[in-house]
């Protein structure tokens, strides 16, 4: 709930300071703060979307979606970093056209902008530093390159006003966007993985078997899966061989082992004696498989 709200705190203050921004760039006649409120707009809609999907997550598991629909809030984020990776590129080639072919803009209407940009934007960033969800941490990333950026058009409005080196925005611009950019591409990675249902990177599975095979009547674990839902959220399944007469209690056993390891949720199949090779390992279907009537 706390992420919602933070999403649509940040969705609101977007919204309304790029409707702001869009007026200023044409009041200043400053080509950099025209194109960032359209890029602002964009993370406005990108970051609303945000807000419906991270809304949509917290509905609990059906017949549709059995593991719920945490993964919304993942696909909510995997949106976000595409946009906030478009947006740097556009801001990396205007850049570009403004240091070929420089412009003359209002200095001091730039300042006044400025200022007002980074102490929204920072408010933002504050709201949403905290979260428990990829989601979140994209918007955050938003945020954060809001500000910086304003910050740069502070700093070079600034030195302009004193210098009247017109490059020094753009030049400012470019350092900032590839900053934001290389952020998002390891956040992209992050997505990916958790679609691609990579091995948690904070779980080792020969340490976890390690610790699995010190438990009391277990002799021998194989055919481990672990992934993430969420980035958070870890599950596992497994085969445990065990001739123990109190399974359930092995199992229990296991189960917290697993806690102990950031696993909230595990399947376990048990077996007396190890499984043969073909048994242990899924059949993968080549061809599209027949419907049962």
Wanted: charged share 20%; aromatic share 8%.
């Amino acid at each position: 709930m706390k992420t919602e709200k933070n999403i649509l705190i940040a969705f609101i203050l977007n919204l309304g300071f790029s409707i702001f921004e869009f007026f200023g760039g044409i009041f200043t006649n400053s080509v950099a703060i025209l194109s960032d409120s359209i890029h602002d707009i964009g993370d406005a809609i990108s970051i609303g979307v945000s807000y419906f999907l991270e809304k949509k997550s917290k509905k609990g598991a059906d017949k549709n979606y059995t593991y719920g629909y945490i993964r919304y809030s993942v696909l909510g984020g995997l949106i976000t970093t595409v946009i906030l990776m478009v947006g740097s590129i556009l801001v990396i080639y205007n850049a570009i056209g403004r240091i070929i072919n420089p412009v003359e803009v209002n200095y001091h209407g730039m300042i006044i902008f400025a200022v007002i940009g980074v102490v929204l934007n920072l408010i933002a960033a504050y709201v949403t530093k905290e979260g428990d969800s990829i989601n979140q941490k994209s918007v955050n990333l938003h945020m954060l390159e809001d500000v910086l950026g304003w910050i740069v058009v502070l700093i070079g409005a600034i030195i302009m006003n004193f210098t009247d080196i017109k490059i020094i925005d753009p030049i400012m611009s470019i350092g900032v966007a590839l900053f934001i950019l290389i952020n998002t591409l390891e956040n992209l990675k992050k997505v990916l993985n958790l679609f691609l249902e990579k091995t948690p990177y904070n779980i080792d599975i020969d340490e976890l078997k390690t610790h699995l095979l010190k438990i009391e009547d277990v002799e021998d674990v194989h055919h481990i899966h672990v992934w993430s839902i969420d980035g958070f959220n870890n599950y596992a399944t497994m085969h445990i061989v065990s001739k123990s007469k109190n399974i359930d209690e092995v199992k229990h056993k296991i189960r917290e082992e697993l806690e102990e390891h950031n696993i909230c949720h595990s399947i376990l199949e048990t077996e007396t004696e190890i499984c043969g090779e073909k048994e242990c390992h899924p059949h993968l279907h080549k061809e599209e498989g027949h419907h049962h009537h």
